[in-house]
């Protein structure tokens, strides 16, 4: 008698979800035609979290780039390397920093030495005595740091000629006027001419040049292509110094180790070695320095950490600022549409319904604002790579945790309001204009 | 006759601060099934706090409201939420369709919290909007349709679950009077169909409509009387 209601019912009914019926993509698309809904201001919502993933993402990314540069061009110029050089302090500094100067204390015996003493033990040794010079070739002329050397600095320092070769020990104890261009010489003093067999002069003093060293890159210091080597015993005729003592001085000595594990040790034995030969006793008044070139990476590295840690920090905040923004919109949303909470209550749907339907809005609100940011962020790292020469890094987990807190921002900021719909009175709500 | 609504002593007290309220002051009512009964009342008399608590929106401060054999005074906020999905069809005043979703949204709203599963509630919701005379305009939006149609939707959606009462609160009170005509025919041929029907009115003209007439006057029963001269519109409604 009832067509209405000819469907048999089982009374009281059995609480079931209410969410069965709706699967999560209908949900979520609910959650975004309110989002269309008003356009404008969903985007204003959402640009402070894209602003704040958008830096996250282009800060870490520029800042592991920077790092993977300046650890790239510190392994091209040898591995498993220890420098010994005049001074004390600056321990764990970039290698190469300390220049020639007055303060000179390595001595070329003290490089002899350490060849006798650690023959076994090393792979390579190369003492090094530098200076800047004048270097012409035809009308053209630029300033070259001009390093003179033994020709082991070649595999010691990762220094192959590309073209022609190195010099030789013959060379070395011939005293010869032979010279090795670093790339960036052979540009600009050649102008894609072929150097082998040309005549430079290196402050008035005439030299062949032998070979040319590959594109290392910019380091940021001491840039390798802007050099010209030389064999030792000639730049110490021509160019060098002595000390006080008159024994002829070297800036820097390198110490190639034989491997990664032993190189601590090597390290050790080798600043004993010094301190008795320069008859130092105390750590604190060691006139030389023995650095360990993955001391000097991990300085780096963790220099540049700390760097890309702190303006993740930074961007951490504004991503939190952009929560904020989430929040307030979405209080206003739920004040808003109070009587929409109304109507919905009254058609059967529970709490738990209402705050799943406002806490979804959030989230797909700071998700996509995430996803646009990690978009932004990929495209600015891009940018501001090229204006620094760097190649950004993204490492896949960082996109990851951009985007999860993209989504827990949502959900933290989300929370309170859509709770505060879903405690809403169904009778003041439908009554609210 | 199978009692659909029983209410014994209902009492309602509103607290604003200090001042206290009594909307209800002992409401005893009995609706079977089957029946179409209007509420009638002044405004402030209580009527639809009445209907407040009828519709499960609100909780009496005392007595006992039996809904379908259940008492619905015990419930949690939950089953209560799903009490009145299952039981109550709403009807308002200002229609309060969702602006944002199409007619045939609108309607699937109710089976949506019910947990009906997509193909079902779209096949049910077609059904009622062919029997309030909408077939056709299901994707339409809510402003793109007159105050009457609106009002079909509205007593739609109420219908989807195929509740035990259509509650409608003033029904015709944002509606021209032909239009308001129709409306109640509607409501009727429902209640022909066996659907138990109480509308909440202050028009005496619309009361006439339905079969029993209970007013409400200063949060008691005044009186409570069949109508013996019920209005049939001419003709009906398709």
């Known amino acids: 008698m009832n067509p209405a209601r000819d469907v048999p019912q089982t009374h009281p009914a059995k609480p079931r ?24 201001r969903s985007i204003l919502t959402a640009l402070g979290v894209i602003i ?77 005595a530098q200076g800047g ?13 001009i390093i003179g050397t033994w020709p082991a600095y070649a595999s010691v320092r990762n220094a192959q000629p590309e073209k022609g070769s190195f010099f030789t020990e013959a060379d070395n104890q011939g005293r010869k006027r032979v010279a090795v261009i670093g790339y960036q010489v052979a540009q600009d003093l050649f102008e894609g001419t072929d150097p082998i067999g040309q005549k430079i002069r290196i402050a008035g003093i005439s030299f062949t040049v032998v070979g040319v060293l590959p594109d290392k890159g910019n380091s940021g210091f001491a840039s390798p292509n802007s050099q010209i080597l030389i064999p030792l015993s000639t730049y110490q005729q021509r160019l060098g110094r002595s000390n006080n003592r008159g024994e002829p001085t070297v ?12 190189l601590k040790d090597l390290q050790n034995a080798i600043t004993d070695l010094m301190a008795t030969r320069h008859k130092k006793t105390s750590p604190d008044d060691y006139d ?47 004040t808003e549409r109070t009587r929409e909470i109304g109507i919905r209550k009254a058609l059967g749907a529970k709490p738990r319904d209402i705050l799943t339907q406002f806490l979804v809005e959030s989230v797909v609100l700071s998700v996509g604002g995430g996803v646009l940011g990690i ?53 003041e709500s439908l009554r609210y204009e | 006759m199978k009692s659909v609504v029983s209410l014994e002593g209902i009492r309602k007290v509103y607290r604003m601060g200090e001042i206290e309220f009594e909307a209800l002051k002992g409401v005893s009512l009995e609706i079977n099934e089957g029946e179409m009964v209007a509420l009638m009342g002044p405004s402030g008399s209580g009527k639809t706090t009445l209907m407040q608590i009828i519709g499960l929106l609100d909780r009496p401060s005392a007595g006992t409201y039996v809904l379908t054999g259940e008492d619905v005074t015990i419930l949690t906020e939950n089953e209560r939420a799903e009490a009145r999905n299952r039981e109550i069809g709403f009807v308002f005043q200002a229609f309060h369709l969702l602006p944002r979703l199409s007619v045939l949204e609108n309607v699937e709203v109710p089976l949506t919290y019910a947990g009906v599963a997509a193909p079902e509630r779209r096949a049910r919701a077609l059904e009622v909007l062919e029997k309030v005379g909408l077939a056709g305009k299901e994707h339409h939006f809510p402003s793109q349709l007159s105050g009457g149609q609106k009002q079909r939707v509205a007593v739609a959606r109420a219908l ?32 022909d169909e066996g659907t138990t029907v109480i509308i909440v009115t202050h028009e005496a003209d619309i009361a006439d409509y339905t079969g029993r007439i209970v007013r409400i006057r200063d949060g ?4 409570d009387q069949p109508n013996r001269h019920r209005k049939r519109p001419v003709g009906g409604v398709a």
């Open chain 2, 160 to 191: 989807t679950m195929r509740p035990a009462i259509l509650l409608a609160d003033e029904p015709t009170g944002n509606l021209d009077s032909k239009t308001a005509v129709d409306v109640m025919s509607l409501f009727q041929e429902l209640n």
């Open chain 1, 52 to 128: 704040g993933v958008a830096a996250v993402i282009a800060l870490t990314g520029v800042g592991q780039g920077s790092t993977a540069n300046i650890t790239r061009s510190l392994e091209s110029l040898g591995t498993n390397l220890l420098t010994v050089s005049s001074g004390s302090g600056f321990r764990g500094g970039p290698p190469g920093l300390v220049r020639g100067g007055p303060g000179q204390t390595i001595t070329l015996k003290d490089a002899q030495a350490i060849q006798t003493q650690f023959a076994s033990q090393i792979a390579g040794l190369a003492p090094v």
């Open chain 2, 220 to 223: 008691m029963l005044e009186s």
């Open chain 1, 133 to 145: 010079q004048q270097v012409k070739f035809g009308a053209n002329n630029m300033n070259a740091t």
């Open chain 1, 288 to 334: 030389f320095n023995v650095q360990n070139q993955a001391d000097a990476l991990a300085s780096v590295n963790q220099v540049t950490q700390t760097l890309t840690l702190f303006l993740g920090g930074v961007a951490g905040i504004s991503l939190l600022v952009g929560g904020i923004g989430i929040m307030n919109i979405m209080l206003v949303s739920v």
């Open chain 1, 375 to 427: 978009l932004a962020g990929l495209g600015l790292a891009r940018g501001v790579g090229n204006l620094l020469s760097i190649t950004p890094v993204f490492s896949p987990s960082s996109i990851l945790v951009a985007f999860l807190f993209s989504a827990v921002v949502g959900i933290f900021f989300g929370f309170y309001p859509a709770s505060r719909a879903a405690r809403l009175d169904p009778v």
């Open chain 1, 251 to 262: 800036s820097q000595v390198y110490v190639q180790g034989l491997d990664k594990n032993s």
């Open chain 1, 17 to 40: 979800s209410s969410l069965a019926g709706m699967n999560p993509l209908q949900v979520v698309s609910i959650a975004w035609r309110a989002i269309l809904g008003n356009p404008l």
